[in-house]
């Protein structure tokens, strides 16, 4: 079975449906061999919250080095989110197989009119799926209330209910304690239950299991989780004090009622396994989870937020008040059953208000939710889209101001594509220019109307149909296809010719829909790459030096200052245009050594090297060994990690220093760590861009920020050197790319002895340069800086 066969059957499942209980959810586990039964699994329940929760957890256990798969709804765009294992969703090939193997027992449960809902069966694909990665630990957000849900069908080990409040009194009962003795439910058999509530609901929940209870300082509860004030914008300072331990740290999910779900997060984990206090503040500070008060630009701020519900929109209303600003713009969507009167009345003076309609039948119409902004909101005015609303909102907005998307997750997902989407290019850095043109013969002619173009991207429907329209009237060729991609969205690919596109660029920035922003990209993308930070040639050379006695190269032969500073003086007169000082080996194997030994190691070398004309980076995964590197005098951290350390993103921000994002599943490389891509160009552009937006956050300039593809980290041969061969692509991201491909064990096939690396490294450069990589990283600076001569001297540089 394709993948496009079983998505289109998962999504054509029914949503509802008047039978309550495990028991289906059960049959398909059962056909499928129970694989809920060779994990440790954990269910979070909750009316808000719940989410957040989950992912804390999976942070700090993944920290811990548990392996750890993760359930969660709802979603942004696609299914395959809400299923992920150590934090990279469930593969195409995976949902095909197992939904392969489910399909006759779904065929049965038709026959006796008990065919699931959607959110039974992903369930059950789920911890299939947890089940064939042989994850330690399963985290199962419930859907609805706890009692019926299909992750009843479990037995938890350790479970929570985060917070309850009046929802689906349909189904749930009437009253808060009906609702609190539904999601009770969850409690594991031989521990207390985890909780975050007070009051009546607790009161209700202590009838049904023992807890452990967790809530803000000035209470009762076992537990103490005080959020203590603001670290930065993005960030503010949690402690949590149980009966024997306790922790400080730094939470990206700001607010009382996240320091709440940390202090959930933490019990659970202490429940789980031996997490001593250090790992629990690591694993909490790394959760990230778009849409819940994302800050995804800052001049002006601009929020994501998915809340959905008055109890939500006032918690929301509080963490507003934390910043200053002059004027606050709302693009708001919501759906027809969510109470967002309720919602809209809890908001502080409004000084525009857009309303839009996500594209879905569940949506309220935008000209309803504008009047009932009446009298909230000093303007007033009903978008035809959630893309467009936020792109007016954006671009009126001042530096000062603040503009805040909420109502909704369907509305963030929309409004999220202005910071994720990308526009990629598809036929390499200098386009299709046929070189039979000679220009001789055809020298009055415009090479805008000759060179031809071709870009991907992913749109909405509705910005599809336009894009197409306009497009085919210019004269140029658009294909669209629903196969394969995110539920919501179309890959869109067109192919024409410069003069073509910079029309289209014209024609969208007046379309509507959201569209400008893609004109935008259009536009970045035809006029090519953004320049590097590094003078020289192009691709700038970064001549490695490793001061270790480890590396897997050159490990030893400059661990001594004399040496290492008299290789750099050489391999600046070679042609290096920067310097990459590293004091650890990333090695397969390696040892990790500790910061300290890190420090002694480089910071001697960069304050020697500081006479030297060129400038410094420091090959570090950890903040600590950046920060004193940067005070010594280095310019960059390359961080081939890909800000595993939290804090790095902040120490590069306050030295207003470069950062090099690297993607790598693990560093040191673990070779028993591998990972299924669906296409691992498009799967490491993907997860890089949620890193730039991270950077972003913490206030690093996107100009300032390199991307390295990571080739061979978590990445076997052949998937490298496509990496290698599609570099371009990664210009979508629109920062400068680097390639780091030095004699690596991606060329062991061509040169099976590691000494024998340097021919495959230069040809490896060359496709780089053709590629308008932006910096190489390499041992052999003279060879490599040569290569880089002769591909521009062919291209015709200057």
Known sequence: MHYHEAADRLNGLQRRRPKLGTETTARMLSHLGDPQESADCVQIAGSNGKGSTARMLDSVLRTAGLDVGLFTSPKLNDFREQIRVNGRKIPKEAVAS??????????????????????????????????????????????????????????????????????????????????????????????????????????????VSDVVTVG??????????????????????????????????????????????????????RQMASVDETTLADGLRKTTWPGRFEIVERDPTVVLDGSHNPGAAATLRDLLGRYEYDDLHVVFAAMADKEYEEMIAEFPAVRTAYTASPKLDRAEDAATLADAFEGHATD????????????RAVDTAADDDFVLVTGSLYAVAEARDRWIRQV???DGPRGATADAFDDRTFADADPETVETRVFETLLRGEQAEVVTDEFERLGGRCVTSREGTPEKLVRTVLSGSVADVRSLVGRLRESGLGLAHVARQLETALDGPPAGPFEGAHP????????????????????????????????????????????????????????????????????????????????????????????????????????????????????????VLMHSLSAPVDPSETATYDDVVEDVRTELAERVLLAERAGIDRERMLVDPGCGFGKSAAESFELVDRLHEFHALSCPVMLGHSHKSMFEDVAPESGARLVPTLAATAMAAERSADVVRVHDVAENAAVVRTVDAANGSD
Request: proline share 5%; charged share 25%.
């Open 424 to 426: 990629v290019p598809k």
């Open 540 to 659: 700038a050379v970064m001549g490695i030096l490793n001061v270790t006695p480890d590396s897997f190269h050159d490990g030893g032969e400059y661990d001594r200052l004399d040496a290492a500073v008299e290789h750099a003086e050489a391999m600046v007169d070679a042609g290096a245009d920067v310097l990459d000082i590293g004091g650890e080996s990333t090695r397969p194997g390696a040892d990790p050594v500790s910061a300290e030994t890190e420090r002694n190691r480089v910071v001697p070398v960069i304050e020697a090297l500081s006479s030297l004309d060129v400038p410094i980076s420091i090959d570090t995964r950890k903040a600590t060994v950046a920060d004193a590197a940067l005070d010594a005098g280095a310019d960059v951290v390359n961080d081939v990690s890909g800000l595993s350390d939290p804090e790095m993103r902040f120490v590069v921000a306050d030295h207003d220093a470069s950062l």
């Open 216 to 269: 803000p300082a000035g209470g009762d509860a076992d537990v103490v989780a005080a959020e203590n004030g603001m670290r930065s914008p993005v960030e503010s300072e949690v402690s949590i004090t149980g009966p024997d331990w306790s922790l400080e740290t730094a939470l990206s999910l700001l607010g009382q009622h996240q320091a709440t779900n940390a202090g959930v997060a933490a019990t659970l984990a």
């Open 98 to 207: 197992s939904f392969e193997e489910l399909v006759p027992c779904l065929e049965t449960l038709r026959s006796e009119d008990d065919m699931p809902t959607h959110f039974e069966v992903i369930t059950a694909l789920a911890l299939h799926h947890f089940g064939t990665e042989d994850v330690d630990v399963a985290i199962l957000e419930v859907g609805i209330g706890g009692r019926y849900d299909a992750t009843s069908a479990v037995d938890p080990v350790a479970s929570a209910v985060t917070s309850v409040s009046l929802e689906h009194t349909e189904l749930l009962g009437d009253t808060v304690e009906e609702i609190a003795r539904d999601k009770a439910q969850v409690a594991p058999a031989n521990a207390p239950l985890v909780t975050g509530t007070d009051g009546a609901a607790l009161e209700a929940i202590r009838g």
């Open 380 to 391: 007033v005015r009903a978008v035809p889209s959630v893309q467009e609303a936020v792109e």
